[in-house]
């Protein structure tokens, strides 16, 4: 059996597109949301909204989560880099390398992994010639195995950019939605 990799790092790793340098500013529309957001907080416990206001951070910046962000997410919480870090780097949901389009995170626990969970993976495979951890030569699609993602009765299943799902999937079923998605059109 392969050894599971879940490409994780502690570590920033410095990328052409991911530089203390690279720029990042939070658009109107995510301000708005991080100014509702931190209303559920006293003042005092701003830092309580890291995780939101990371997410909110990852999604302006098409599903990548920049050293820049992170720095910028800090100032508005009142937080030290570091503190952000330790939080980027904690949770596998934060996309500190760039990722495709479309993040199919596949389920790889034991209900999933007996109920298919490896044709799905196969699947993504064959459709984009690519590996665990890898993204299409288009830029589309990137494969990560996860850990449970809660829908056992229903397995398998996949998570798309940490924000849908799709379970009971076969190798056909998952070709067809990446075909849909390279196609344009959303399943």
Known sequence: MPVRNFGAFANHRNTEDNLEETPFEFNSESYAAIEQLLTKYPDNYKSSAIIPVLFIAQKQ??????????HKSAKVLEMTPMQVYEVAAFYTMFNRTRVGKYHLQVCGTTPCMLRGARDIIQ???DFNGIGMNETSEDGLFTLQEVECLGA???APMIQVNNEYFYEDLTYDSMTQLMQDWKDGKEP
């Open 61 to 70: 910046n098409n599903n990548f989560l920049t050293l820049s962000a992170m």
């Open 152 to 154: 056992c009765v229903n």
């Open 123 to 125: 699947a993504v495979k």
